[in-house]
């Protein structure tokens, strides 16, 4: 029986590829990130340290079987370190010129901090002299002894640092000192012994010096290291899984502070601030890997060691240069120069900003390094979103106390004052020309006009959903909601939090991508999409990767194109933006937030409040205009694109005076009526109540139970039919009109919440007769959809029948989601919805990422049973969910023709939109 | 080529049927149903007069034919007159013995008065004198002769009837008659003649005298009748094919009115009223049939006939047995006795009342006539509900004007006096012993005890699922809701509706079967489910036939028993009327309801109110005893029978006082606070204030935007896990109490509201835990289950899932309905759902009926995803479409294992079942 292979050499990496069949997961599970990354390194022909890996499997096998080394494994340590000893010329345990090594723990994912350490193994009262006549550097060399002698302690035979570090104390106190780097070469020596015997007393055996012995204990507690506590809690945190056990690396020491020939540094491979292809990093002459790190001395840039040790220098930029070209990406690496020789200690994949991610993904690309492909899975959906929004100096950010936190529901950071209502939020910002936040309990639709005034907003009530959340979002405002620790007296115009008091015109700064809030002024920087080159040309890769024939693996008959990003844009200025920003349509274009416009307003009410047909037609003829003038501006701004608009949605008291500030008023009234002195005063009064009174009437007679499943979308065009006819009229007045000036006009109309085919069928014939009317009489012939939102369960269930009438479908996952989870979101986010995914019971907040076995079982129906129907319908999406990623794959995945989100997020979209295409290739051609 | 067989005599349908291959329904297609059925009487050897059919198939050439006689068909009719002339004995047109047909239509379905006929064709200025010599009867004769000129007139030529009744009149006028009886022979003699003068006039041509001229344009007329426009109107109604065409019937004319062997009459085989085997009908000697049915003359009852005419009777008697032998069912039955001779002239299924519906066909199946299977498709859902409430005496409320009429939401007969709150409402029921009638325009859960004590419910808000109709149905009251006639006035405690205006205390009497109100007290008649042996029998027949192996067709592995059903139950006095009714289970008993009580609603409030959990647990261990007490009486009253208890499921503000009167108080007393004048009246006021402006805090603070979807059912158990605690903990104490005392006890721990299983992991295994430690205390173990309602779209989405830790499922179809329509049916009804219904969007309200292509669809999604994780999974309904026939049905054909219905609907619900097992037979053994 052929004995396992339980340790590699570094430079036997590749025999554990071959073995392992090439898959370089399975060498990393093997060997550990570690060992496997140094075993490739020296494949390549980079320097490294000899040394050599013990695998995981090896721990696997010790764990299991009582902490019994399995049967060879020792062997080959021992053989190992025989080769160790040839590739450094150096001998363990030999005084003459002793081979020092490191022995660290490596596993497949990176636990920093969680596993062990021994450094210097090989050392001992006999190796020590050696080292000292080696080096001639003795206080060197008796630090490293203790620091053996003190690592051994802890992490092998588990001695606690304190009485190692009392020692230290003590030696610095007698001789006044206040510094370890005070400590003199016989302070360290008389140290050492020390520790010798802080070991005998704590652990009771004495500091082994055998070198073989230090080495086979420290690969025992390494392994043991595994199932200590610190490691079973990282993983459970960090849902790795247990039982990938640990390899065990042991590496010859190299030291960079073996005199002016060596030195020792950390380097990125390129700029990881802003991608610019240089070197970038610090170095320390004659010092060690932490001095660096610990900041003690002034490290110098990485570009004067050319000055310093010019040979070293150049073949560690050859290095980087190779590491790059091997890895395909920006490296972070360790070099140590012992004596003039270099060596690599590790290199890494670099941590980079947003800005440098996007573009180093673009240069590389270009340079031929990395595909388009994957130059674009280099850069994440969230860091498109941080480029795109004023973020705050971090600096200054870090030095501020938190005022309080909410839900971060629109991304940007805004600095202003505080105002408390729209109106003065207006005022505040057009009148003296202010930086305003407003700050709401929480908003209502006719706070938009505030809202759009303002640089930021802030409620303590609703969710990522709520109102507030979504206009801000909307509108790229950026917003923190929910934030219950805000204390709000509007009475007194306050607001209390965290024990500070702000009063109306205090300045805040709100962080809308992390749902911080702070009080004072920190400064931001302002990024703008069209200065941003890179990122330009990386979606413009997007769009064509995620928008072409056989992108998908989709039944027969589906369309096969890809994902196109749309934008929700409710007027002229959004489309502009969704335009610049990317976006190829208008996939939702809402008709009723033009309402509530001031001058409209008093009409929409008028028309609401109409005793007859008559009244209500004169209303309807009075809005038609400014419908229509909206239109022709959305058409104008997307030429050449489809623009999807919506008929009105929302139930009509919406539209209307609150019904609790009616009664409260009301109840007032008549309280005065009764006490009123004068009969002119009465009279007055009279008027007045009954006015209010005859509102409150019509208010509490259009009040429902449940408003989101009440009479609004299509309900209300079948009960009201002029309205939606007055709609239609206006868009297709708008689209002759500027067609007939030469834009490219594609409209769709939608219809909301059909639940039924047979609603459909009593609306849309009529609006498509009216439709007809208004071409003949422009005597121009238009391209033009009707088709329906997909937003009520029943209608995702019967979509065969529902796509008989509707030429295209459009989700809307905001309102799917609520009915199929049967939540409320106004009422479930502040109630319970953040709770449950506190408790874990939702992964996700449905409405920020589509709950894809649920609604998205439901969207898949809908698409599938819609295109047994009309295989070429067009199906999209235009909830919030349009803009968030892992719906987006969702999408793709479900064979949709778009998705449509926030002009704001439109760049995050597209790219979505291209990791989907690339994540799930083409199957169907 | 052989011409096709246009005419078939009656003695020959046999012939018909063995062309049709035995199809009787081709049959009755081909003749018609009168002709199919004169044919089958003759065939089985009934004494039916002479005749034939001309079929469908000729109209139908006829029509389309530009109005030609098929090829072959007139020359097949006289060869058809020739054969009757035979068997009558008498001969067409010959003065001496003349032969006398009618002419009439006979479509396969029948159409009353929509269809023409024409009588005594035969006679002419001949044939009358031979039949004066005949009959020796002038009178008679002339009388005969003017009908024929006049229907000839009518139906054949187009002729208005006004000209001919205008020459009648006149007679009358000038000779000082007031009564057509008072005409003389001679009188009549001159009518048919200037009768003739009046076709010669309108029509311009002479009334033919050629007897078979009379039949070739009758046989037109009828033919054409079928495109006439009553009849397309008719049809149009009916949902009649227009394509089917009718049959021509000629038939030999008999005569009861030839002197005193002579007579006619009509009966039921049975009593129609009550079921009994006895002869039902009257008859009328020496007269012709529409003086029985005229109502001139007194008619005499059928067993008289045996004295009159003991042959004919003794004849009469054998062929209603015989018939009833054929047709396997009472018989409604008309004949003729022309001088001594029987003649049978029609015999269909006789209408029935609800009563005698059962009890005819339990006796027929007891008598071996039909199947118990047939016996239970004899009786609708509908008459079972009839014969289980009060009705009201018919022939009094024919005579009451209807004041208004609304949701028939409750059914059954109640007088009583109008209240107009609950507490009034109880008190005069209670302590004056009044019958009342609660009317308010809708109801709240705090209205309950009023409901409760009233007799009938009404109210003018609401439709069919609102609260009074869901709380009415449940405890069996009548109850007419929405009915937006009534304009009630609430300060004034008067209610005007059709412009009479009741006060508190006048009676009315409503009928929740119809949805009609009238003023006024109307007498009522009730029935007893005990009393009625007969129904008991037919519903043992029923469960026995809808809960046996492999009665439905399924998918292999599932469970292949039939639909049980069960009841929804609160209270002990509710199950046992459940059991009493024949419920096998409680399907749904609400724990909620028993909290609106009068002394523990004040508990209640104080555990929602709670500032902290010491509180909380405080008063949630005050209420344990109050739902202990409540389990052990339904437990017992179910002994041996599964009880399905469903832990809190509304939103805690439905137990808090209302927010809107809140707010009203706490404005008033804030303007009082400022206005009065003493020290201490302030102390007293602003005290007052400050709890109500608390309370209208908490509401506030609970108060959510859509209740429907909102805090309540199993999120309520995770946010507030201490309640359902309380509740599994006193059903467990209950069910273990009575079991030690030797009840068998199943309970069964229903969690409503499940969206995603994770909610269910996270309270089900507290609950279960807290069952065992109440087992272990009490030292008894008990069967038990626990699981969930299905009414959230996700649930049902993700039915595999759920079923990995619910035990069983039940489908709460009214919220289901509600979120996959996306309906709140408390606004929907009022506001758009009735007129859905009218306008033909919906076929019918889902909230009644279940939406099969939309709600079905997840119900059986969700039973097949449910079972596919736990085969036995148990699944019922317990929404308000457990009761509803059709929806049964679909329970049984998507394998449910139980319908769950209010107890008043057991009955029904178990006949529903029944008809939907032997509709759907056995196809898995």
């Not at 043991?224 to 042991?250: C, E, F, Q």
Request: some cysteine; glycine content about 10%.
């Amino acid at each position: 029986m052929s004995v396992e292979k339980w340790v590699y050499g570094y430079h036997e990496v590749a025999a554990a590829e071959d073995h392992l069949d090439g898959d370089w997961e399975a060498v990393r599970g093997l060997l550990g990130g570690k060992g496997a990354n140094l075993g490739e390194m020296t494949r390549i022909g980079v320097p490294v340290p000899p040394g050599f890996t013990v695998t995981t499997r090896a721990c696997n096998a010790y764990l299991a079987t009582g902490e019994q080394f399995p049967s060879g494994m020792w062997d080959q340590e021992l053989a190992a370190m025989k080769e160790v000893e040839e590739q450094s010329g150096k001998e363990f345990g030999a005084p003459a010129n002793p081979l020092l090594v490191s022995c660290r723990s490596g596993a497949k994912f990176s636990m920093p901090g969680m596993m062990d350490t021994v450094l210097n193994i090989g050392l001992n009262d006999e190796t020590v002299k050696g080292m000292v006549a080696l080096t001639g550097d003795e206080r060197f060399v008796y630090d490293a002894y203790r620091r053996l002698i003190q690592m051994f302690g802890s992490v092998v035979l588990g001695v606690s640092d304190q009485p190692f570090e009392h020692v230290i104390e003590e030696t610095k106190t007698a001789n006044g000192m206040k510094d370890d780097t005070e400590l003199t070469a016989d302070d360290w020596k008389a140290i050492a012994a020390r520790f010798g015997e802080i070991i005998k007393e704590e652990a009771g055996i004495d500091f082994p010096q055998d070198p073989y012995v230090q080495l086979e204990m420290s690969t025992e507690a390494v392994f043991k290291s595994w199932n200590g506590k610190r490691a079973i809690d990282y993983r459970n945190a960090a849902g790795i899984d247990h039982d990938l056990g640990t390899a065990v690396n042991i590496v010859t020491m190299v030291f960079g502070n073996m005199g002016e020939t060596s030195g020792t540094g950390v380097a990125f491979t390129r700029d990881p601030a802003n991608g610019e292809k240089v070197l970038y990093g610090d170095y320390l002459m004659n010092a060690q890997g932490e001095d660096v790190v610990a900041g003690i001395r002034n490290t110098k840039p990485i570009a004067e060691l050319e000055q310093d040790l010019p040979k070293a220098f150049s073949e560690f930029v050859d290095i980087c240069a190779r590491l790059e070209e091997h890895y395909k990406d920006m490296q972070d690496v360790e070099f140590t120069v012992e004596q003039s020789k270099l060596w690599m200690l590790q290199t890494r994949t670099g941590k980079r900003t947003a800005k440098s991610a996007v573009k180093l993904a673009v240069d590389m690309a270009d340079e031929g390094l990395i595909s388009r492909e994957e130059a674009l899975l280099r850069v994440t959906p969230d860091q498109v979103d941080a480029l795109l929004h004023p973020q705050f100096d971090p600096v200054v950010k870090a030095t501020k106390p938190l005022l309080a936190k909410g839900v971060n529901a629109s991304p940007g950071a805004a600095v202003g004052q505080l105002y408390f209502d729209a109106d003065t939020a207006e005022r505040m910002a057009k009148e003296e020309g202010q930086d305003v936040i407003m700050i709401r309990p929480e908003t209502r639709p006719d706070d938009v006009h505030g809202m759009l005034a303002a640089k930021g907003i802030l409620t303590s009530r609703g969710g990522a959903t709520s109102h507030a959340a979504v206009v801000a979002r909307q509108f790229g405002i950026p917003a923190v909601v929910g934030c219950d620790e805000l204390n709000i007296d509007l009475d007194d115009r306050s607001v209390m939090a965290s024990g500070t008091l702000l009063r109306e015109g205090d300045h805040v700064s709100v962080d809308g991508s992390t749902g911080e809030v702070f009080s004072g002024k920190i400064p931001t920087v302002h990024p703008r999409f069209e200065d941003q080159g890179d990122l330009i040309i990386l979606l413009e890769w997007a769009d064509e990767i995620a928008y072409q024939e056989g992108i998908r693996d989709l039944p027969e008959g589906s369309p096969t194109r890809g994902l196109q990003v749309w934008a929700n844009a409710d007027y002229p200025q959004d489309a502009r933006r969704a335009r610049a920003f990317g976006a190829k349509g208008i996939g939702l274009c809402r008709t009723e937030h033009m309402f509530f416009e001031d001058e409209r307003l008093p009409i929409v009410q008028r028309m609401i409040l109409s005793k007859d047909e008559t009244e209500r037609q004169t209303a309807l003829d009075e809005l038609l205009p400014f419908q229509r003038a909206d239109f022709e501006g959305v058409f104008e701004a997307m030429d050449g694109l489809p623009v999807i608009i919506r008929l009105i949605d929302p139930p009509l008291h919406e539209f209307l005076p609150s019904f609790e500030d009616l009664l409260v008023d009301v109840t007032q009234l008549r309280m005065d009526a009764k006490r009123v002195g004068t009969d002119a005063g009465r009279t007055l009064l009279s008027d007045t109540l009954s006015a209010k009174e005859k509102m409150l009437g019509e208010v509490e007679g259009m009040r429902e139970s449940n408003p989101m499943m009440g009479l609004r979308g299509i309900r209300l065009g079948i009960i009201l039919p002029g309205l939606i006819e007055m709609q239609v009229t206006a868009i297709f007045e708008a689209a002759c009109n500027q067609a007939l000036k030469g834009v490219d006009v594609h409209p769709e109309i939608m219809i909301p919440l059909t639940g039924h085919v047979n609603e459909l069928n009593a609306v849309q014939p009529k609006l498509e007769k009216a439709a007809l009317r208004i071409m003949r009489e422009k005597g121009i012939e238009i391209n033009y959809k009707f088709g329906t939102m997909i937003e009520i369960p029943r209608a995702a269930l019967t979509a065969d029948q529902v796509a008989e009438t509707a030429q295209f479908f459009s989700y809307g996952t905001n309102d799917l989601t609520q009915m199929t989870f049967g939540y409320s979101r106004d009422d479930a986010e502040a109630k319970f919805l953040l709770e449950y995914v506190e408790q874990g019971i939702l992964p996700e907040n449905p409405f920020q990422a589509l709950d894809q076995e649920g609604v998205g079982k439901l969207v898949a129906m809908g698409v599938e049973l819609g295109r047994r129907t009309r295989p070429d319908l067009e199906v999209g999406i235009c909830g919030e969910h349009g803009g968030e990623p892992s719906s987006i794959e969702f999408c793709h995945r479900a064979g949709l023709n778009y998705v449509s989100c926030s002009p704001f997020r439109v760049p995050i979209a597209r790219l979505a939109a291209a990791h989907a295409a690339i994540k799930r290739p083409a199957l169907v051609v």
